[in-house]
């Protein structure tokens, strides 16, 4: 499959988000236009209530917009069906939440496969590359705890592995280390960046001024508008890794397993 | 094509009901009892219906009866107030008719029975439940009467002597060695010459328990009747069940000549024997079931209620799920499928129940046995896959349609 980087993974356009009716009416997004790229990590930065979360939500298609459009890929989704949508969910996006969202009947390796659940991978299969992820968050000794059972710094691991399971065109993250210590706040973002350097492309809500050192590009919000975009030097230094890196060596991983088996045999 | 999730919804469905356990089991408790109830009336209701249709094999099915009055085809919930067949309207059935039936080719034998009222009395003893039948020597001949001691009626011992049902002759005597023994019915005293074999079979296509009844001549029950034979049943045999048709047409031929013209009566043979009575079972049975269909029902808005419950705890996961690609048909089947596991858990366990029980109940006060049949089996399990569809499909529903932005927020 061929990748073209050229064209953003995310445009935005005029985009418009309001709540309530009447004159309770509030307006938490007032013409966002917005082109996001392959392989950017992004921090989305602001007040309390200038409408992060809601832009958020309304990328990983949990939310409509009211007015505007929104690309995902190229392709138009406000007019796509509940079930055309959900799809998209667990083909092409990661979430990881600020409260981790593990389910706490599930154990670890449990809630790694949910995505791949729903997106048909038979059951060995899907442990199999859970356990895979896990343990490249080096959590493979905790597959079979139950969430309780984890340290916040953990759960979070295990959230972003289930973000990253289904290999998803983008990952959305709000606010991911606001329940969390500044050691394992630290660890997290290590994780992200770690993350963001394999290919990914990371949109990330955050309180933390300190945290936009991460991204590549940092976007501040006030009263549902875009009010600065900057690229960090980090972002001008590393030039947009492309996901093409990740699927050679991805490809590279594959060959060799197949070599090994053969000689295997 | 997606790969379907049925196993993982059902494994998730598992897992859930175990976690709460005792309100799982309370809910399933519920479907078990309206389920078992169910098992229990269609099943004794059936043995009960089944019981003439075996009697009337057991004739080899050359057996045809005669009664007075028409029937008619008539629902089943009717019969719960219409008399059985004929027995209010008055016989126009005599003695003539019966010697004309006797006399058709094919006929092996032919027996009135004329069913009088009146008590029967023995020194101090006079029991209740008793039936007087008057008929001829010929009854055994039709119908299956085995004697436990002494003989049947006959032309010579004909009068003022009776047989006796073996229950009668221990209400009347205090044992069933009772031959030569005397009792009074309507001023005159019989001598007992034989007793029947206990049958235990109330139910049957003469309507008369042999069990309580005391057998005496035809001769002998018109003097009761002002010398006036008045017959409630003519039992008649062919020589074989390939010919039963064509006898009955010339007995219908015969008797209606006999009553000008008029077909005021009914004659029935084969499965049409134990109609009325079925149709009586029949009813009485599906009055049953609509009771124990209530109780189903309030099992199922048991399984409701505890799904609303779940559904309120797990909008969280809801929230999730749907945030990690759930579709709300996927959240539908896995609701869904839990309340289908419950209800058919409950099909299953009331299915066990309710035969225990309708055994139960047959061994201690019935003379018949619970049926098993398929179609029992499948009434079961499609009333509790019913039940479980109909009541888990709003709180699935209700599941799917949270807004997973208000499902991950309210509930941190």
């Given at each position: 499959m061929k990748i073209v980087t050229t064209q953003p993974v995310i445009v935005l356009k005029g985009l418009k988000k309001r709540y309530g009716i009447g004159d309770a009416e509030q307006t938490v997004l007032d013409g966002i236009n917005l082109k996001i790229h392959r392989g950017e990590f992004i921090a989305i930065m602001g007040p309390s209530g200038c409408g992060k979360t809601t832009l958020l939500n309304i990328l990983g298609l949990l939310d409509h917009a009211d007015e505007g459009e929104y690309l995902l890929d190229g392709r138009s989704v406000d007019t796509l069906s509940n079930s055309r949508r959900a799809r998209i969910r667990s083909e092409q996006i990661g979430f990881v939440f600020q409260s981790f969202n593990l389910i706490p009947r599930l154990n670890v390796i449990d809630n790694v496969a949910l995505p791949l659940t729903y997106k048909g991978v038979s059951k060995t299969k899907r442990l199999m590359e859970a356990s895979k992820m896990l343990s490249t968050f080096h959590l493979s000794n905790r597959e079979?705890?139950?969430?309780?059972?984890?340290?916040g710094g953990q759960s979070q691991r295990v959230a972003i592995a289930r973000a990253l399971v289904n290999n998803p065109s983008i990952i959305l993250a709000d606010e991911p280390t606001g329940n969390l210590d500044s050691r394992s706040s630290h660890v997290i973002m290590e994780e992200l960046s770690d993350i963001h350097q394999r290919g990914n492309t990371i949109i990330m809500v955050t309180?933390?001024?300190?945290?936009?050192?991460?991204?590549?590009r940092v976007i501040t919000m006030l009263d549902g508008k875009i009010a600065s975009d900057t690229l960090t030097p980090r972002g001008k230094k590393t030039n947009i890794p492309s996901k093409r890196r990740l699927d050679e060596r991805r490809k590279r991983s594959k060959s060799s397993k197949t070599k090994r088996q053969k000689e295997d045999k | 094509m997606r790969r379907p999730l049925v196993l993982y919804h059902l494994g998730c469905a598992y897992e859930s009901l175990r976690a709460n356990r005792s309100r799982t089991i309370l809910t399933v408790l519920g479907i078990t009892i309206g389920i078992a109830s169910i098992i229990i009336i269609l099943s004794l209701s059936t043995g009960a219906a089944r019981i003439i249709k075996e009697q009337v094999s057991d004739l080899g099915g050359a057996v045809a009866v005669v009664r007075p009055g028409t029937t008619t085809d008539k629902p089943h919930i009717d019969s719960l107030t219409a008399t059985l067949a004929g027995s209010q309207t008055a016989s126009h059935l005599t003695e003539y008719d019966l010697e004309d039936i006797e006399s058709i080719d094919g006929v092996t034998a032919a027996a009135p029975l004329m069913i009088i009222g009146g008590d029967v009395t023995a020194g101090k003893n006079t029991p209740e439940k008793v039936s007087i039948i008057a008929t001829t020597p010929k009854l055994p001949d039709v119908t299956h009467l085995p004697l436990g001691e002494g003989q049947f009626l006959d032309e010579v011992t004909s009068d003022q002597t009776a047989v006796i049902g073996a229950q009668l002759a221990i209400d009347l005597f205090g044992t069933e060695r009772v031959a030569g023994r005397t009792f009074h019915t309507h001023g005159q005293v019989f001598t007992v010459i034989g007793i029947l074999k206990?049958?235990?079979?109330?139910?049957n296509y003469n309507n008369i328990d042999f069990d309580h009844a005391a057998i005496i001549s035809l001769e002998s029950g018109k003097r009761f009747n002002q010398n006036i034979a008045s017959i409630q049943q003519i039992n008649i045999r062919a020589n074989s069940h390939e010919q039963l048709p064509d006898i009955i047409k010339k007995i219908e031929d015969e008797l209606t000549q006999n009553h000008f013209g008029e077909k005021d009566f009914t004659i029935l043979a084969g499965d049409d024997l134990a109609r009325p009575t079925n149709e009586l079972f029949a009813a009485v049975g599906a009055t049953l079931t609509v009771v124990a269909g209530i109780s189903l029902v309030v099992g199922g808005i048991g399984v409701m209620n505890i799904m609303l419950v779940g559904v309120a705890e797990r909008t969280r996961e809801i929230g999730i799920r749907k945030a990690l690609g759930a579709s709300n048909s996927n959240i539908v089947w896995q609701f869904l499928l839990e309340s289908l596991v419950m209800s058919l858990a409950g099909g299953m366990l009331g299915y066990g129940l309710g035969y225990l029980t309708a055994f139960a109940i047959a061994r201690t006060f019935l003379p018949f046995n619970p049926v098993f049949s398929w179609e029992i089996v499948g009434a079961a399990f499609g009333t509790a896959l019913t039940v479980g569809l109909v009541f888990g499909l709003y709180p699935a529903i209700r599941a799917a349609r949270k807004d997973p932005i208000v499902a991950l927020r309210n509930y941190h």
């Open positions: 079979y705890y139950m969430p309780w059972q984890l340290s309180h933390n001024p300190n945290l936009t050192s991460y991204a590549s | 206990r049958q235990n079979k109330p139910i």
